[in-house]
């Protein structure tokens, strides 16, 4: 775990966070995405670029050129990355440039997730560089726009898991280095109620109020968050009216739901589309749905986590797992192929002006990432 291997990581995580790549900003994602691929390219992986849609970056299919131990095109390791960020163009010159202070390097983006989305590559690099390393065949995605849900991506990822036999995600580590073994699933709502339109003041009487009853549902589907089952409802955003002098004729709102199981999500699915008016004459609107899974703890996850404990004990650490409230990528495949979460950089701070990775943690998930890749079978 030399300083040279550390400052080699740090100077190709340095050249990847200072592009910058808002989801929104395409053409920021497609110039790192150009970085990444040819850096692929000079080492002899086969590289598809995948273009975007409706605005939104491209992304990378990255293959490794060898096949299986027995020579074929058995099912191989997904690992699933992603390079867009939540920061806005600009926060690299502003608000939060590249720095590196003690223990923690700084910048946008820098641990949710390129820390860890270069790490992989770091990992692969090394694999590509020594035959006798090479088992499983590897396949990495680099994709654009995991920060909003993977609305373009998500079908790619989907295919990919279909001819994995594991699936590693490199977000950042949790707590101190944990590895994320479940996730919760993610719902995502919006509800309109629909009222009657009347003068506030000459026809009072006559109208119904679109507001009045969403503050009646507002109450009753934030009552519906349950620590104890591990479930949370949250209204992020309303909207409605037109005029202080007008009785508002519709109201919406955006609710955000977490569960951690598919029990959980069909009964609040089924809770959230039968909400029922308490105001007469006003009419309720529920669409939506789980935008992620659940990321349920299996046996054969559980047997993936069991193989990476062994292979971190090797260089003198302890891994534990933990649960994230927090989806990802590993949402989409958790349920059909056994799939490992949290295996990039530790640090602090996602989607913050404090954002940074811890340095020291550089090298060993590094090598962790290389060591499942060449030893899973």
């Known amino acids: 775990m030399s300083n040279a291997e550390t400052s080699r990581l740090l100077d190709g995580i340095r050249e990847w966070v200072e592009i910058e790549t808002p989801t929104y900003h395409a053409a920021g994602i497609n110039e790192l995405m150009t970085l990444v691929a040819g850096q692929f390219d000079a080492i002899g992986a086969h ?9 939104r970056g491209d992304h990378l299919s990255i293959t490794s050129p060898w096949r299986g131990p027995k020579g074929d095109n058995s099912a191989g390791i997904l690992v699933l990355s992603h390079l867009d960020t939540v920061h806005p163009l600009g926060t690299l010159a502003t608000k939060l440039p590249y720095r590196v202070d003690g223990d923690k390097a700084y910048g946008p983006g820098i641990s949710d997730m390129k820390g860890g989305a ?11 560089a020594d035959p006798k390393l090479q088992r499983l065949p590897i396949r990495i995605l680099y994709t654009s726009d995991e920060e909003i849900g993977s609305p373009t991506s998500r079908a790619l990822i989907e295919a990919a898991a279909e001819g994995a036999k594991y699936v590693l995600v490199t977000e950042a580590a949790r707590d101190g280095g944990k590895i994320v073994t479940a996730r919760k ?6 509800i309109t109620t629909h009222g009657r339109p009347s003068h506030s003041g000459a026809r009072h009487a006559d109208g ?9 549902q507002i109450v009753a589907i934030e009552a519906m968050t349950d620590y104890a089952r591990g479930i949370t409802v949250n209204v992020g955003q309303i909207d409605g009216g037109t005029a202080d002098n007008v009785v508002p004729q519709t109201c919406t709102a955006a609710i955000d739901l977490r569960v951690p199981t598919m029990a959980d999500a069909a009964d609040m699915h089924r809770r959230l589309t039968t909400l029922q008016p308490k105001t007469r004459d006003v009419t309720i609107e529920v669409s939506g749905g789980m935008n992620r899974l659940p990321y349920e703890e299996t046996a054969a996850g559980r047997a993936l986590f069991d193989h990476a404990k062994h292979c971190a004990r090797e260089f003198g650490i302890d891994l534990a797992g933990v649960h994230s409230g927090g989806g990802s990528d590993g949402n989409f495949t958790a349920h059909k192929v056994a799939t490992l979460d949290g295996l990039g950089s530790d640090g602090f701070g996602a989607h913050t002006l404090d954002e940074h990775l811890f340095v020291s943690s550089l090298v060993p998930r590094k090598m962790l990432l290389q060591r499942l890749m060449e030893t899973l079978e």
Request: hydrophobic content about 45%; glycine content about 12%.
């Open 47 to 55: 590289v598809e670029r995948v273009p975007g849609r409706d605005g």
């Open 118 to 128: 270069y790490l992989a590559y770091a990992a692969y690099r090394a694999i590509a």
């Open 185 to 190: 699933g993610v719902g995502r709502y919006d």
């Open 208 to 216: 119904r109020s679109a507001i009045l009853e969403m503050a009646h």
